[in-house]
């Protein structure tokens, strides 16, 4: 029987200050209680007092189930099973590093669990015999496999023993489909690139100048490098592009920043980035996605508050209270 429930890491518990990605099970009074993905799910407890530096008015708006955070590790009870968390002390190059940690262990531990499952292989065995070994050799098992793809031979010529046995799970069938998975999965993949900005326009015709500037922003689009611009909620728009190459996207949305700025500015508006073009991650588009859902949601409040106050003011005569206004160009 193949098992596919086994740990990414060789140690059972993470060790004390180490940052490890966790997903929110479901949030007491006390605090969050979430699995420790990397550790096959065990439990541990981000308490209250370290969701968050500043005051909490509302645990909802920091923390939500199902989300996957970034949390340091402030004590760990092996004998128990008790592990206490932190979302507070993790620095923005701290969740920087766990994100690509955890996206490498994870593609690792996705490829490994594939062969285990097409082969008939113990998962268990390959961990033990094959990724954990590379896991001390290289650091991560992820650069192990970048040299099986260049020199396989080599890669796996250091998993054998010193008179050159390689070991039991390493037959040929499980080699191949190794290899196979390893040059499929780890093939160079676009990196997301973004960029936040503020842009407003008061003249008259704001928002067709606003949609002039995003047009001039998107025509820096270059052959499988398009760059796209979208509104989040006025006056923050973002950027987007993918590229293989990580400093020619950043270059190609700083190019659109530049169109975008000289459109909107020769129209009288104003434009100011925000966030400077970067890398992102999947959590980061996550985290964008929820801002956006959060303020659609706002703005169809203060809708249905609009519409109340219509019908208090009825009798007021031809007053178009919903109609134009500057603050709406």
Same mark, same amino acid.
């Given at each position: 029987m193949v098992r596919s429930d086994v740990r990414m890491y060789e140690q059972k518990f993470p060790e004390v200050d180490d940052v490890v990605m966790v997903q929110v099970k479901s949030i007491a009074e006390s605090g969050a209680y979430v699995s420790? %993905?990397?550790?096959?799910?065990?439990? @541990?407890?981000?308490?209250?007092?370290?969701? +968050?530096r500043r005051r909490i008015r509302s645990i909802g708006k920091l923390i939500k189930v199902g989300r996957q955070e970034p949390v340091m590790v402030l004590r760990v009870d092996k004998e128990k099973g008790y592990i206490d968390l932190s979302k507070r002390r993790v620095?923005?190059?701290d969740m920087k590093a766990c994100d690509e940690k955890f996206n490498k262990s994870k593609l690792v531990h996705s490829i490994v669990r594939h062969v285990a499952e097409?082969? @008939?292989?113990? %998962?268990?065995?390959i961990q033990e015999q094959i990724t954990w070994p590379l896991y001390r050799q290289y650091g991560h098992a992820f650069e192990a496999f970048k040299q099986i793809c260049a020199n396989p031979e080599e890669g796996f010529g250091k998993l054998s023993s010193e008179d050159g046995t390689p070991p039991p799970v390493l037959t040929e069938e499980v080699k191949d489909a190794l290899l196979k998975n390893i040059n499929r999965r780890m093939t160079p993949q676009p990196v997301k690139i973004r960029a936040d900005v503020e842009m407003t326009c008061f003249n008259y015709d704001g928002v067709l100048h606003i949609q002039k500037a995003m047009r001039a922003a998107e025509s820096a689009s270059i052959e499988d490098c398009p760059v796209?611009?979208?509104?989040?909620?006025?006056?923050?728009?973002v950027l987007t592009t993918q590229a293989l190459?990580? +400093? %020619?996207?950043?270059e190609l949305l700083e190019k659109a920043?530049?169109?975008?700025?000289?459109?909107?500015?020769? +129209?009288?508006?104003?434009?100011?980035?925000k966030e400077a073009p970067r890398?992102?991650?999947?959590?980061?588009d996550r985290l964008l996605m929820e801002e956006m859902e959060q303020l659609e949601a706002a703005n169809r409040e203060v809708? @249905?508050?609009?519409? +109340?106050e219509e019908e208090e003011v009825e009798g007021m005569g031809d007053v178009d209270l919903n109609g134009p206004s500057m603050m709406d160009s």
């Open positions: 420790l %993905l990397e550790y096959n799910g065990i439990e @541990g407890m981000i308490l209250l007092s370290e969701l +968050s620095s923005a190059e097409t082969t @008939g292989a113990d %998962l268990q065995d796209k611009m979208k509104l989040v909620a006025p006056p923050l728009y190459d990580k +400093s %020619l996207g950043v920043c530049a169109a975008c700025k000289a459109s909107i500015e020769g +129209s009288k508006g104003r434009m100011v980035v890398a992102v991650s999947d959590r980061d809708d @249905g508050d609009a519409d +109340s």
